[in-house]
């Protein structure tokens, strides 16, 4: 494989170990993960598989261009020297992002104009027109990433985020991304073979993602991606990698996936979702509450998994409610769910100290800015009894 290309894929933080684990199962080389993200290499094939099989990742990017700089007049310069046109046609609309750590530059803005106005100049030199600007809705996104000294240049191979897999018709409460609700299943080591429940659903984005794990379904089969935009587009390879990916489903699974919530209008999104993804009969959903409810039977005696993430407040009422709503979960929890381990996603660490468990693991993990814990809590058999409280262990 020509290993000349390289790539970096951003996901939520907390994820770069994952992602870093479904790279190097699609064959990457020199997978590095950093804060945010892992730094790959490989042919340009790879950036295309990335972009269909991950699950986790938010962006893939092409690294075109790298170039050492001490003024702002630099940036200008190195992003003029490169060869847009043999990576866009000038129809195409553009879109530019910039970020940065430690860089000693005034303003990102105007860092973000002048990379623009060098690519447009690159164009209107060689033929008088350029291309013009979306930043809606853009056919191409140059992302620029600066360092204290390093500016890094790369086309963005997703477009539209990949979390954005197509199936979600609309929001519910506060739903989950896609990219993290996989993340969590990834992270609480759930596999098909495993009886899996949601008591929380809402809009079922971790009940979807799981129905697609299920099915080998790639999360990537039923949208577009920038590369489809850019001149060096190989379609065959593209329909290649997609039929390889049809060919590879399985529609046939059992049902062993579970998702139930309080609310009616939130069961409907999820069945709409699940409906879109053709997977609702791989899903059992019900209107349940979930101090109420009863383990699935189906699930024995050896119990299952259940990933969740309930309601998190930021108004003084909501948090009032919360601090009831913990030691509730927790009673039920230890009541009904006994030889189930369970995987809770809060960004409140006192509100989780209410649940009255002791975790066996606690996961950084960001959702947006929001940084959370994914906690892991083992229900031994033994109705009431709690567990036994062993140390957390914090995973980094
Ligand atoms: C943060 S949302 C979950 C969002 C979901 N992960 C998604 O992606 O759409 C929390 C959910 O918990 C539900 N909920 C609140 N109290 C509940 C209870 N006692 N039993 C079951 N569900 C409850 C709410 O209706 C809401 O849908």
Redesign the pocket.
Known sequence: MNTDTQFFASCPRGLEAVLAGELTALHATNVTAVEGGVKFAGDLKLGYAANLHSRVASRVLWRVGQAQYRMEQDIYDATRKIDWLRHFSVERTLRVNVSAIKAPVKSLDFITLRIKDAICDVFRARGGVRPSIDTHAPDVRVHAFLTATMLTLYLDLSGEPLFKRGYRREA?????RENL?AGMLALAGWTPDVTLL?????????LCEAAQIAAHRAPGIGRVFGFEKLLNFDEKAWEALRNTAYAAENNSIKTIIYG????GD?LELARANLDELDLLSSVALKQ????EMPAPAAAGMSGGIIV?????GVRMEDRDELAA?YPKLGDALKQKFSGWTAYILSSDMQLAKGIGLAASKRTPLFNGALECRLFEYKMVAGGMRRVKPTPAIDVN
């Open positions: 519910g409460e506060a739903p989950l609700a949601d008591p929380m659903c809402g809009s079922g984005t971790i139930s919530d309080l609310r939130a349940a509450n979930v101090f969740t993430n309930p309601p998190y709503f």
